[in-house]
């Protein structure tokens, strides 16, 4: 996409060149069957959180980022009114919040100590390491009507505006990383406080003023992402530039935090760029343990759109996904990792193809270790073929495209912590209820558990006579948005205990054929209906069949 912000619009995926790669050996994998963990997994598998939306306020415009902070969440885009879950826009509780605000993770209640406002829309938010502020940073040039110009910091404690922090940058800041000391950050500037810059630059988290002693340079393209590896040696940097510091590194590489020079990046997620029309870009990282987990998004047929992941102390590949449709944000929890896109096609890990027309899937979440090999072939122009490959797991909830920048697209960004994820974007709907903007979801723990089998997918079966005493029926499995496993129990006539019972695994994408022989029907005519179950007792039943007999 010609910019991932406010430019970005969606594109179809056509095509497939194969090039040049390379398959990795001797890597270790958990046995994680594809698409079978959900909030109710079996042993040894990852459990995701549930998919029922959580009650959250709403924004009238987009998020395009968000940072957590023990309990709250700030969140940054183009926005100018925030109002409470449940309500239409216009409502006598909507306050304003231009382009920044914050929430309870745990209620989905405005913070309304933390009230800002950016006179130009923000790109990237994030927290210090020791949480005890927030960057923000975008094209805004005033934060409450003073002076900051693309970049500045809000003390979590008291919710105020750090007002000794106003570097002066010279254009938009879409990255940054911070420690107690330094702020890094990246865009696609050329100035910071009047001193020449290309593209990266640190200043001091005290006054903002320059740290001349780090100058490394995003040489061609801008950056898009920035991240602290473990010990806050090595800056991560993500982005469309084909070159770092003079040499090439294409799309992600790492820095000395020290004094900017290059340091170890040993896998090649991104493919080189073909051409305007071609090529793969960094979206978002984040660091968890001592892996950085990577978003891409790609141009053209088939270039990267996926995930990738890799040690942060090296850039060792662990996994890389080739699933298809732009990637935007990812966050990893517990042994999950949660990313927003526009998936449509992931036959990478065996799981959801392309459909004609496509169909999109905005919510992933996938395992953090590797889990087999990928199975399809490479993307175009890609570096590697059969490389590890996490297993997707079993979560999907819908998210309903949103008309806000007219780019077709949902969810730009995730967050959350060890119970909560949430998500932010453009959408108006969440499961097909009004939630615009801004949700969460909760581990099965904290959450209401009520997304159960989806009732438009459960039609009436089909009954046929086999003989006197003997009817047989079929239907199709139905699929759940957060669990995998169904019971389907076969209910005769008007009766309501169950004659059998039928256990079957099933996805959106592979919904089997099912059937029960009721072999002791009394004589006489009879109808059949379907009772299907989740592991939560959430129960759906179809309408009834034809009368057999």
Request: charged share 20%; aromatic share 8%; with cysteine.
């Amino acid at each position: 996409m010609k910019a991932l912000l406010r430019q970005r619009r969606a594109s179809t995926r056509a095509g497939l060149a194969a090039a040049a790669v390379v398959a990795l050996g001797g890597a270790s994998f958990m046995p994680v069957a594809t698409a079978g963990a959900d909030t109710a997994p079996g042993v040894g598998t990852p459990a995701t959180v549930s998919a029922d939306p959580l009650p959250t306020w709403q924004v009238d415009g987009v998020v395009w980022s968000m940072a957590t902070v023990g309990n709250t969440v700030y969140a940054t885009g183009k926005f100018t009114k925030a109002r409470p879950p449940g309500t239409a826009p216009g409502n006598a509780k909507e306050v304003t919040r231009n382009n920044i605000l914050a929430f309870d993770l745990t209620t989905g209640n405005l913070v309304t100590s933390f009230a800002h406002s950016l006179d130009g829309q923000g790109l990237r938010i994030v927290a210090s390491p020791d949480g005890k502020r927030v960057y923000v940073g975008g094209e805004f040039t005033t934060v409450d009507g003073k002076a900051h110009n693309r970049l500045a910091a809000f003390d979590t404690a008291t919710g105020k505006l750090v007002d000794a922090f106003a570097p002066k940058v010279g254009n938009k800041v879409r990255a940054i990383a911070a420690t107690t000391s330094t702020v890094y950050f990246g865009g696609n500037f050329f100035n910071v406080n009047g001193k020449s810059r290309t593209r990266l630059a640190a200043v001091k988290a005290s006054n903002g003023a320059n740290v001349d002693t780090w100058r490394p340079t995003a040489d061609d393209n801008e950056v898009f992402a920035m991240a602290l590896a473990p010990g806050g040696t090595r800056v991560l940097i993500g982005g469309r530039f084909q070159k770092l510091n003079g040499a090439e590194h294409v799309g992600i590489g790492a820095v000395s935090a020290s004094n900017g020079a290059s340091a170890e990046w040993s896998s090649r997620p991104i493919p080189t760029k073909q051409d305007d029309e071609h090529y793969s870009y960094v979206t978002d990282l984040f660091v968890s343990g001592d892996t950085v987990f990577g978003s891409a998004d790609g141009e053209g047929g088939h270039w990267f759109d996926g995930r990738f992941a890799a040690k942060a102390a090296d850039g060792e590949l662990t996994w890389l996904d080739n699933c298809y449709g732009a990637t935007y944000g990812i966050f990893a929890q517990s042994q999950a990792v949660y990313s927003v896109s526009h998936a449509h096609a992931c036959e990478s890990l065996g799981a959801f193809p392309e459909t004609k027309p496509q169909t999109w899937h905005r919510t992933l979440a996938e395992t953090k270790v590797a889990t087999g090999r990928d199975q399809a072939p490479p993307g175009s122009n890609s570096n590697y073929s059969k490389q590890p490959i996490p297993s997707l797991l079993h979560w999907f909830p819908t998210l309903a495209v949103g008309t806000f920048t007219k780019q077709n697209q949902a969810a730009w960004a995730v967050t959350g912590n060890e119970t909560y994820v949430a998500i932010g974007g453009e959408f108006p709907k969440v499961n097909g209820k009004g939630q615009q903007g801004l949700v969460r979801f909760a581990v099965k723990a904290k959450a209401p558990n009520k997304t159960g089998p989806v009732k438009a997918d459960l039609a009436a079966p089909e009954a046929v006579k086999l003989s006197s005493t003997r009817n047989k029926v079929n239907w199709r499995a139905t699929w759940d948005m957060d669990n995998v496993a169904l019971t389907y129990e076969v209910l005769r006539d008007s009766g309501t205990v169950a004659i059998g019972t039928v256990k079957q695994n099933s996805t959106f994408w592979n919904r089997p054929n099912l059937s029960f022989t009721d072999a002791a029907a009394p004589k006489g005519k009879h109808t059949y209906k379907i009772r299907v179950k989740d592991p939560l007792g959430n129960t759906l039943t179809s309408a009834a069949s034809n009368s057999v007999g």
